[in-house]
């Protein structure tokens, strides 16, 4: 019997009987909500390395002596090792279960990021090089990957198709989340303190977090057992959603509506800098402004789709709103040139526009991830996971690898105008499939 209802004789989560090792303890109906803030508090921890460390993107340009281009490269590893572990640790949720993957993984996070606490630190006796850091940030990646998939699946196990989208996008507030926390901490932690105090506070994250993970994370595993798909089409995809075409589909363009929210979380921080003329507070509040209005608008999406049931639409419209968002941004910049006065009131219209349009491509996200997750199914949500955010986190590894080159070829309005085009590709690739026959 599935966990998705509540026993009106006893008040608790069917089918909850069995946590992971079948130990036969039984939660109250309440628990799936502590298992929704672990996976909220698991994915802000990550959210605040892999968006938080791109918003110190000054501060590590000149404590680590890196150009443009090694900046990139740096926080493109990041965002390759995710990219790599994603799909693995997926099918290792599946397989494992939520509680032990996550616990692996956070454990892990934090003891690597005390390594890099140790000997990542740079010094006016010692600057680490640019291989090094990239390497270690590598690392990081690789474990933080572990986060999505087995979160995800624990939300699909716990709470019922009506209540989807609207847990899975609260869970997805856990990114901006992260992320605006980082963008108002870490830069001015790097800048009064060093990067001794970045990889610190991330690692005492990521302990709090794994903590919580062991006290509170439980695996109804009888759910997966006893799930039966409702249709032939569920039953194809459940059976393997690697093998199924739509799951596909799905997952690319959610990969490819994710450069430019890429470009925006890795590259503002300089754009704002050096483009401008902003200083930090002026930086951190924008990052900060972009991941509360994401904030905000992923949970009201997941509400508002699970009650009208139309999760496409809404993903098709994030993707031709985000797209016009960067064109107007992109021809901002062209006109700035041509402005001789007036330039205060430039820079002001630069910051709105690129904050309305970093809050509406990383507003879908619960969304999308609901969509994939129940497309799959609950026992397979882990892969299909797995799947969604290795091609996203492709993205994380591509984007800030290419954003130097692209600026050095073109401009900033070349920028922003690739991400309105990646935007507008993705669109067509969300139209649903008619049925045939």
Same mark, same amino acid.
């Given at each position: 019997?599935?966990?998705?209802?509540?026993?009106?004789?006893?008040?608790?989560?069917?089918?909850?009987?069995?946590?992971?090792?079948?130990?036969?303890?039984?939660?109250?109906?309440?628990?799936?909500?502590?298992? &929704?803030?672990?996976?909220?508090?698991?994915?802000?921890?990550?959210?605040?390395?892999?968006?938080?460390?791109?918003?110190?993107?000054?501060?590590?340009?000149?404590?680590?002596?890196?150009?443009?281009?090694?900046?990139?490269?740096?926080?493109?590893?990041?965002?390759?090792?995710?990219?790599? %572990?994603?799909?693995?640790?997926?099918?290792?949720?599946?397989?494992?279960?939520?509680?032990?993957?996550?616990?692996?993984?956070?454990?892990?996070?934090?003891?690597?990021?005390?390594?890099?606490?140790?000997?990542?630190?740079?010094?006016?006796?010692?600057?680490?090089?640019?291989?090094?850091?990239?390497?270690?940030?590598?690392?990081?990646?690789?474990?933080?990957?572990?986060?999505?998939?087995?979160?995800?699946?624990?939300?699909?196990?716990?709470?019922?198709?009506?209540?989807?989208?609207?847990?899975?996008?609260?869970?997805?507030?856990?990114?901006?989340?992260?992320?605006?926390?980082?963008?108002?901490?870490?830069?001015?932690?790097?800048?009064?303190?060093?990067?001794?105090?970045?990889?610190?506070?991330?690692?005492?994250?990521?302990?709090?977090?794994?903590?919580?993970?062991?006290?509170? &994370?439980?695996?109804?595993? %009888?759910?997966?057992?006893?799930?039966?798909?409702?249709?032939?089409?569920?039953?194809?995809?459940?059976?393997?959603?690697?093998? %199924?075409?739509?799951?596909?589909?799905?997952?690319?363009?959610?990969?490819?509506?994710?450069?430019?929210?890429?470009?925006?979380?890795?590259?503002?921080?300089?754009?704002?800098?050096?483009?401008?003329?902003?200083?930090?507070?002026?930086?951190?509040?924008?990052?900060?402004?972009?991941?509360?209005?994401?904030?905000?608008?992923?949970?009201?999406?997941?509400?508002?789709?699970?009650?009208?049931?139309?999760?496409?639409?809404?993903?098709?419209?994030?993707?031709?709103?985000?797209?016009?968002?960067?064109?107007?941004?992109?021809?901002?910049?062209?006109?700035?040139?041509?402005?001789?006065?007036?330039?205060?009131?430039?820079?002001?219209?630069?910051?709105?526009?690129?904050?309305?349009?970093?809050?509406?491509?990383?507003?879908?996200?619960?969304?999308?991830?609901?969509?994939?997750?129940?497309?799959?199914?609950?026992?397979?949500?882990?892969?299909?996971?797995?799947?969604?955010?290795?091609?996203?986190?492709?993205?994380?590894?591509?984007?800030?690898?290419?954003?130097?080159?692209?600026?050095?070829?073109?401009?900033?309005?070349?920028?922003?105008?690739?991400?309105?085009?990646?935007?507008?590709?993705?669109?067509?690739?969300?139209?649903?499939?008619?049925?045939?026959?």
């Amino acid at each position: 019997m599935s966990i998705d209802r509540l026993s009106p004789q006893t008040g608790l989560c069917e089918g909850a009987e069995n946590s992971a090792g079948d130990t036969g303890q039984r939660f109250a109906a309440g628990h799936r909500w502590k298992v &929704l803030g672990v996976g909220v508090a698991a994915n802000a921890c990550f959210s605040t390395i892999f968006s938080g460390l791109p918003s110190t993107a000054v501060a590590m340009r000149a404590d680590y002596h890196l150009s443009n281009s090694d900046l990139g490269l740096v926080l493109g590893c990041l965002g390759l090792g995710v990219a790599v %572990s994603e799909l693995p640790w997926g099918l290792l949720t599946d397989r494992w279960g939520d509680r032990r993957v996550l616990l692996a993984g956070l454990s892990s996070l934090m003891v690597w990021l005390a390594l890099m606490f140790a000997l990542l630190v740079p010094s006016q006796a010692h600057v680490p090089t640019v291989v090094f850091l990239a390497a270690n940030l590598l690392v990081v990646g690789l474990l933080g990957g572990s986060v999505n998939g087995s979160s995800g699946r624990a939300i699909m196990a716990w709470f019922g198709e009506g209540e989807r989208g609207f847990a899975m996008s609260i869970r997805q507030t856990a990114i901006p989340l992260g992320g605006g926390l980082g963008a108002l901490v870490l830069p001015s932690l790097a800048e009064s303190l060093d990067f001794a105090a970045v990889y610190a506070v991330l690692a005492a994250g990521a302990a709090v977090c794994a903590f919580f993970t062991w006290l509170w &994370l439980h695996e109804p595993q %009888s759910s997966y057992r006893s799930a039966k798909p409702k249709s032939d089409l569920a039953a194809k995809v459940m059976s393997g959603p690697l093998r %199924s075409v739509e799951i596909w589909r799905l997952a690319t363009a959610i990969g490819i509506l994710c450069f430019p929210q890429v470009a925006v979380l890795t590259f503002t921080t300089v754009f704002l800098h050096d483009f401008a003329g902003a200083g930090t507070l002026v930086i951190s509040a924008s990052l900060a402004s972009i991941q509360v209005g994401a904030m905000v608008m992923r949970v009201w999406s997941g509400r508002w789709t699970d009650r009208h049931r139309n999760r496409r639409a809404y993903l098709r419209f994030c993707a031709l709103l985000s797209g016009m968002a960067f064109a107007v941004l992109a021809l901002l910049v062209l006109l700035s040139p041509l402005v001789l006065t007036g330039g205060t009131m430039l820079s002001v219209a630069l910051v709105i526009v690129l904050v309305f349009a970093g809050i509406c491509v990383s507003s879908w996200h619960g969304v999308a991830y609901a969509e994939i997750a129940t497309l799959a199914g609950a026992s397979r949500a882990g892969s299909a996971l797995g799947l969604a955010n290795t091609l996203v986190f492709v993205g994380f590894f591509l984007v800030p690898l290419s954003i130097p080159h692209l600026l050095a070829a073109t401009s900033w309005a070349g920028i922003w105008m690739a991400a309105a085009a990646c935007a507008l590709i993705a669109w067509p690739i969300l139209l649903k499939p008619q049925p045939q026959g």
